[in-house]
């Protein structure tokens, strides 16, 4: 398979540098996700952990940017949910629909059990997802309700909101795991998870929003100091996660992994502004960016899967090291003519 670079390819006169980086940042979070779900083994604990840490909160800092960007405060409330129930919950109900047929199959073929697809259909239906779906929901209710704070001009309090929900979920599913098991956690946990991983997201995007909005405001276009900061966030989220697993409390770390699973995205980002070329990288990096839903959604509960059955099946065997490494390329390469074909033929299933 021979990838198209055309198709990849930036604007060098791009009219704002931070669109690029936006596209690469997605490009990298995405593909991150995607290599640590098929990745097993390889990768040290602190590596793992290290880009887990990043690479979902990297989309949220996307998005907090792009609206710091916006010269105007007013925001139509109801036109913009329309928009992003269009571009985030039509690709959430197509994916899901997909997803269960696949389900299904792998129970005519032995790889899967009734339960898994009821287990499936109840994630659906309480907004959790299947797979990485569980991102489409959040992302929108945490944008929303940005929105309507900032529409009402308290987006402080929206920020507050967020740490307190965030902070208070957290510690109730906490309470909950040591007093009940499965199958009532998981059936309690889901609907949780998705108000604590919105109110996340309403956190990063509000914070990020602020330093946007400073950036545009000041007109800071000195990628050097913007690379500066960003190697200085990016060395000071190194040293604390080399140190919160051994010192800190609970307690503290809840609010502390907040902080940090929005400066660690942030500088990376900034390091992304700072770069100046058009290379093949940065490309690669845009294009998946610009289709990181597609990957999202196909690359886990489908693509990895049948491998995963593959192995299974024919193998009698898991898919470990070095085996689950070519898995990952595999799987990104089989991904680019879906994704081509999806943007050409099928665009309704991104909401388009």
Not at 297 to 302: G, K, R, T
């Amino acid at each position: 398979m021979v990838y198209k670079i055309e198709i990849m390819k930036s604007s060098p006169n791009s009219k704002d540098k931070h669109i690029d980086s936006i596209d690469w940042m997605k490009g990298l979070c995405i593909i991150c996700i995607t290599m640590l779900h098929i990745e097993n083994g390889l990768l040290p604990i602190w590596a793992n952990y290290f880009i887990s840490i990043f690479m979902i909160t990297g989309f949220y800092v996307t998005n907090g940017w792009i609206h710091g960007l916006k010269q105007t405060e007013s925001v139509d409330v109801k036109q913009f949910a329309g928009k992003r129930l269009r571009s985030l919950g039509i690709p959430y109900l197509w994916f899901t629909f997909i997803i269960l047929m696949v389900d299904i199959i792998f129970y005519f073929v032995g790889h899967y059990n009734i339960d898994v697809i009821a287990r499936d259909v109840y994630k659906s239906i309480v907004l959790r997802g299947i797979g990485t779906l569980w991102f489409l929901p959040v992302l929108f209710f945490g944008e929303l309700l940005f929105v309507i704070f900032k529409s009402r001009q308290q987006s402080l309090l929206g920020l507050l909101t967020g740490i307190s929900i965030a902070i208070f979920v957290s510690i109730l599913i906490h309470l909950l795991a040591l007093k009940t098991v499965d199958p009532l956690l998981s059936i309690i946990k889901m609907p949780l998870l998705v108000v604590q991983n919105s109110a996340t997201a309403l956190v990063v995007i509000t914070a990020t929003y602020y330093v946007s909005h400073q950036f545009t405001k000041r007109e800071q276009k000195n990628r050097y100091k913007v690379g500066l900061i960003g190697l200085f966030l990016f060395i000071l989220s190194a040293i604390y996660l080399g140190i919160s697993s051994t010192i800190l409390p609970f307690s503290v770390s809840l609010c502390s992994n907040l902080i940090i699973s929005w400066i660690e995205p942030l500088s990376i980002f900034f390091l992304f502004s700072s770069v100046s070329g058009n290379n093949f990288i940065l490309r690669y990096l845009q294009y998946w960016g610009r289709n990181s839903i597609i990957l999202m959604a196909v690359h886990y509960s489908i693509l990895m899967e049948i491998c995963n059955w593959i192995a299974n099946r024919f193998f009698d065997t898991q898919i470990t090291g070095f085996a689950s490494l070519a898995c990952f390329v595999i799987i990104m390469v089989i991904q680019y003519p879906i994704t081509e074909f999806i943007n050409k033929r099928m665009k309704f299933l991104i909401g388009k």
